[in-house]
Structure formats: C-alpha cells, structure tokens
C-alpha cells in the first residue's frame, strides 16, 4: 500500500510560511513532519495505525488557518502515540526465517542455520526488544489470533536465542539445562511485564484450559530438536494462522521418519509429542481423542487409500516413537 507523506509547518504570527507541501511517496509508512525555519522533526511512523495518521493529516489540512499550536501539539502526540504500535505481520522475525531456515525438499522438515543468526544477532535481539516491550493490557486488548500468533512467534525465537547462547558448541538443547533445571524452564527473558521461561509461554500462557485449546500448536512451536516440528519459514500472522497451523499439522504427520503406518504390523506409529500432550488432543473441535484427531489427517499419515481407511476407523494400535533430540543445525 502506498501513502503519501505530508509535512505540516506550524503557523505563527510572523510568517506566512504555507500550512503543508506534499512529499515523495514512501512504501509503507505514513510520516509526519514538523519544519521549523531550520530543523525538521520525524514525529511519527506506523503501518497499523495509518489511517488515523492520515485522518490527522487531512483535519490539518483542511482547518489549518484555525489550528493553534497548543492543537498542533496535541496532534503530533496522537501520531506518534500511533507510530508505537506492535507490528502484528512480525516482519523482523519473518526476514530472519527467510533467511536462516531451509526446507527440505519434501517440505516437512526444516534445517537452521544458526551460524547466520549468530553473525547478525542484533537483529534477533531488536525483535525480541520489540516482543518484550508489550504490555499484558495491550495483549490482553488483541484478538485471539493476534495473540496466539504473537506467543508462537515469541516461544520459537526465545528458543533461537537460548540455543545462540552457546552456540556453537551446542549439540542438543538440552545441552543448555543443567542437573537441577531443564533448559525449558530458565527464566532468562522478560515478556508481558513479568520473567518468563519457555515452558513459561507454552504451559503457563498457551495451553492454559479453556484460553486458546488449540492442539496444532504442538506442530508450530520448535523446540530446536530433530524430533520437533520443522521449524516454519515464515512468521506465524493472525490473517493467516488458520492457514499455518493446518499446513504445520499436514507437514509434521507427512513426515515418514516421525510419523507412519505400519501395513505389516497394522500399527499407527507416531511421534512421541501425541503421548506426551495427549489430553490435549481431545479438544480440537469435537475430536476427544489422539486416534481421532490423526484420523482426520489419515491423508497425511498413510500413503495409500487402504491404510487411510484403517486411520479413519480410529481402532489402530498406537506406538509411539523415540524422539530425536539432536540440534536441528543445518548440514555443513
């Protein structure tokens, strides 16, 4: 979306300086500029809130002779207060994915190139700057998509972070805990005003009954493992998220390594994630149990139409694999 900017000159009873002048067109930001007979000020920036960027533009413009400076001021605060706001679309976050993850070809599995955050870990560290800066008023004022993307977000770039901290001699995040606390359970950031740890975000604000009950996201959050759900190319985003963890869930169950059917033996095996948070399975929508919510992706799990149906029936015998907890580097 292109705006224009637009530069605002505050009147006084000296000059006949002209109330505004159009500027070059910018990307994606609404700007206003105050311009004295010297200096320039960038008072505000800001996606989210352009609209009512512009409607202060377009009040000045067309009421200027009466605007007194004491108004002026007031307005300008306005616009910067806009220019603060959260970038829901997590556009920071979404460049370093682009940059560091890669797919594998079949597209259910994902390596990190931990090497390439490392060099610019000033980028990850201003997102999670950005993440830590929220409030939990202003969270809580979100709707539940914008909030459960934004704990996704946050939970997968903490872990980044925590594996960097030693990185590289890092071969398992578990490497990263000690013999009295698991590396999940360091509070060793600050988000929503209070000390989190990363079983913090997941246990105490994600999977908190009757708050989001949403079991896909046991295939978006990335424990930084081999066993984990791929870690996803892009940033999870409200608009979208529907779209995100259905493809998360399709990818994880397509993955052969973790999961399968066993024609000979005719047993479902699956990753270990399905034991482990077992309960939370049965509140997806009417489906009250493991069985039953993989019968519902049996297109994913099994190869052919015969085994699908066998899913789809919800009797299969379950196995659970092993979990690989090596470090999802990337190959060198």
């Known amino acids: 979306m292109k705006t224009e900017s637009i530069a605002v000159y505050p009147l006084s009873a000296t000059t006949d300086v002209p109330l505004s002048t159009a500027h070059e067109t910018f990307r994606t930001a609404h700007f206003i500029l105050v311009e004295g007979k010297t200096d320039v000020g960038l008072i505000g920036y800001g996606e989210v809130h352009g609209e009512l960027m512009q409607t202060i533009c377009d009040w000045i413009l067309r009421f200027g002779e009466i605007v007194k400076s004491t108004i002026l001021l007031s307005l300008m605060l306005m616009a910067a207060q806009a220019a603060c706001a959260f970038d829901q679309t997590h556009g920071a976050w979404d460049e370093l994915l682009k940059r560091a993850v890669v797919v594998a070809p079949n597209g259910t599995s994902s390596r990190v190139d931990y090497a390439v955050l490392k060099r610019d870990d000033r980028a990850l560290n201003a997102y999670l700057g950005e993440l ?16 459960l993307a934004f704990l996704i977000n946050a939970y997968n770039a903490y872990t980044v972070k925590l594996v960097l901290t030693r990185y590289p001699g890092v071969k398992t995040i578990k490497d990263l805990g000690s013999i009295l606390q698991s590396p999940w359970k360091k509070e060793f950031f600050t988000l929503l005003g209070a000390p989190r740890s990363l079983d913090g975000i997941e246990h105490g604000l994600i999977r908190v009954p009757g708050v989001f009950d949403e079991p896909r ?21 409200a608009p979208r998220l529907e779209g995100q963890l259905d493809s998360a869930t399709r990818r994880f169950l397509s993955d052969r390594s973790r999961n399968r059917y066993d024609v000979q033996s005719g047993t479902l095996e699956i990753s270990a994630i399905f034991d482990w948070y077992k309960g939370d399975f049965g509140k997806d929508r009417g489906v009250t149990s493991v069985r039953q919510f993989v019968a519902r992706y049996a297109d994913a799990v099994a190869d052919n139409a015969a085994a699908q149906a066998v899913i789809r029936r919800e009797k299969t015998p379950l196995r659970f694999l092993d979990y690989d907890w090596a470090l999802n580097d990337i190959v060198k």
Request: with cysteine.
């Open 132 to 147: 830590s800066a929220i409030t939990m008023d202003e969270f809580q004022s979100w709707s539940p998509d914008h909030r």
């Open 217 to 237: 996201i046991h295939f978006a959050l990335n424990c930084a493992s081999i066993g984990c759900p791929m870690l996803r190319d892009e940033a999870y985003a």
